[in-house]
């Protein structure tokens, strides 16, 4: 069974600043297969980003991902206040991490 | 519009049944494969079954055996029937689009979710 790992698992920022979520896979996977989502309270998940870098439909480009094998990161160049939510890291359409937290400084 | 609209939520009694329902609109079921995701109180999310095709379905450890996923084309709706649920079970139930190869695979399109808690 393949294991995402993500930390923080609460990142504090002021809006403006920068923010770094990781993700590490307990196994090597394609870069293709890593995918990144953002939930805020009462919603369901929207997917952020497939394929490790490319950003889905309307999504903006302060987010950007990177990464390869097992170590994966989200970056969100400048925080907005709608940003804070919880973001999860998810690989091949199955195993979800267990989550970050982006809150307020 | 692309839309997935989840009904069968509801309070349910420990080792009692439920049948979810997962309503597409703007594409296909069988075009796409089609994934149940749950979130407990407070917790993450968890993919627990996967409809890749009618010959190959994914289920979780944690309901394999007690959970089953159909889709029904002519409705061009997917189901979860959920048996001998338990304190455990109790969760948001989302249904997602897998975007396919394109995507890697991902969680494109979500349903709003529907709620499923046991409660004696």
């Known amino acids: 069974e393949i294991i995402l790992t993500q930390s923080p698992d609460t990142l504090s920022v002021s809006p403006g600043e920068r923010a770094a979520l990781s993700c590490r896979v307990s196994?090597?996977?394609?870069?293709?297969?890593l995918a990144w989502y953002q939930q805020k309270p009462g919603q369901a998940p929207r997917l952020l980003i497939y394929?490790?870098?490319t950003r889905a439909t309307g999504i903006p480009d302060r987010f950007s991902g990177s990464g390869s094998g097992t170590d994966f990161s989200l970056t969100i160049s400048r925080v907005e206040p709608e940003d804070f939510a919880v973001y999860y890291c998810?690989?091949?359409?199955?195993?979800f991490g267990q989550g970050t937290r982006l809150e307020i400084k | 519009e692309v839309q997935l609209v989840e009904s069968g939520g509801g309070l349910v009694q420990p080792g009692g049944s439920l049948r979810l329902a997962c309503a597409a609109s703007?594409?296909?079921?069988?075009?796409?494969?089609m994934a149940w995701v749950r979130q407990a109180p407070g917790k993450g999310l968890e993919c627990i079954s996967v409809?890749?095709?009618?010959?190959?379905?994914y289920y979780a450890d944690s309901v394999k055996g007690r959970f089953t996923t159909s889709r029904d084309i002519s409705k061009n709706t997917v189901f979860l029937q959920m048996n001998s649920l338990g304190a455990g079970d109790t969760a948001v139930y989302y249904c997602?689009?897998?975007?396919?190869?394109?995507?890697?695979?991902?969680?494109?399109?979500w349903g709003q979710g529907t709620m499923v808690t046991l409660s004696s």
């Open positions: 997602a689009r897998g975007g396919g190869f394109n995507y890697g695979y991902a969680f494109d399109i």
């Open positions: 703007g594409f296909t079921v069988n075009s796409n494969y």
């Open positions: 409809l890749y095709s009618d010959d190959l379905i």
């Open positions: 196994q090597h996977i394609p870069s293709s297969y």
């Open positions: 394929g490790t870098s």
């Open positions: 998810q690989q091949y359409g199955s195993t």
